[in-house]
Every structure is written in C-alpha cells, then in structure tokens.
C-alpha cells in the first residue's frame, strides 16, 4: 500500500465485500449467530471454515465481530460455490446485484458488510517519476 496511489476513483463497478451463508442456514442472521455456530464448533475440536479472495479483510472482520475460532481457505475464483462443495461453512466476497449469490443458493447476513468498493485507476508511486506513465496517465483520468 505505501507504494500505490489511487489516481482516480471511477464511476462504475460499485460494490460491497460481504460475507455470506447458505441458505439452509435458516437461523444464521447475524454474525452473533456465526460466533455461536463458531463456538459450538470449537467445543468439537472444529473450526469455522471461511472462503474468501480477501483473505486479510476476512480476518480482521471476524475478530472484529469476536469470531475466534475460524480458519480462512484461499479462494482463486468461483468462492461461491464453496459451500455448495463442502469446502466451506460461509464465504467473504464482491457482491454487486446478489444475482450470483441468490443462484448458487446463498445469503448475506445483516451486518455482514466489510467494505463498499469500486473501480479505481492505481499507480505505482516509483511508476509515476516515468514521464511515459505521466502522459498515459493524463490520457486515463479526462
């Protein structure tokens, strides 16, 4: 991070990083809930399993939300079909429309929003002394 900059923030792509169950999990709402299911798990000697792209973001949340007992499998794309294949209890990704998470028989949870997100221009900061990223940078922003 110390080496980007945001050049611009664009206008479009607008998205959440959310955190989402299976539907079948009828009285999973919350995430009071999830810390529950996760406590149970942990008196079994098991974990919360959680998928995600965003690995870094998904660990602060949950212990932020006082889930302790949990591990976090690095999904490479396709996150949402994790539960559905057993790999993992709940999921952390983008979610735009709901559409994706709705077909692969998921829901978010009320206070499950980690961050709202969208497209953005970055640059290196070293980049930036190139006068070629300059002027192509220039052309990108009007």
Do not use: W
């Not at 080496?3 to 206008?11: D, R």
């Not at 809930?33 to 870094?56: A, P």
């Not at 709940?90 to 998921?106: A, E, M, T, Y």
């Amino acid at each position: 991070q110390k080496n980007i900059k945001i050049i611009k923030k664009l206008n479009f792509g607008k998205a959440s990083i959310m955190a989402a169950v299976p539907v079948e999990f009828i009285d999973v709402n919350s995430f009071a809930d999830i810390e529950e299911i996760s406590e149970e798990m942990r008196k079994k000697n098991q974990k919360l399993i959680c998928s995600s792209k965003y690995t870094k973001l998904a660990q602060d949340f949950f212990i932020k939300k006082n889930i302790k007992n949990f591990s976090i499998n690095v999904s490479h794309g396709a996150t949402e079909v994790e539960c559905k294949n057993n790999i993992s209890s709940l999921i952390v990704d983008v979610v735009q429309s709901g559409k994706i998470l709705r077909s692969n028989s998921l829901k978010t949870l009320t206070d499950s929003k980690i961050m709202d997100t969208s497209a953005c221009l970055f640059a290196n900061k070293n980049a930036l002394k190139n006068k070629n990223v300059l002027k192509a940078l220039n052309l990108l922003v009007k």
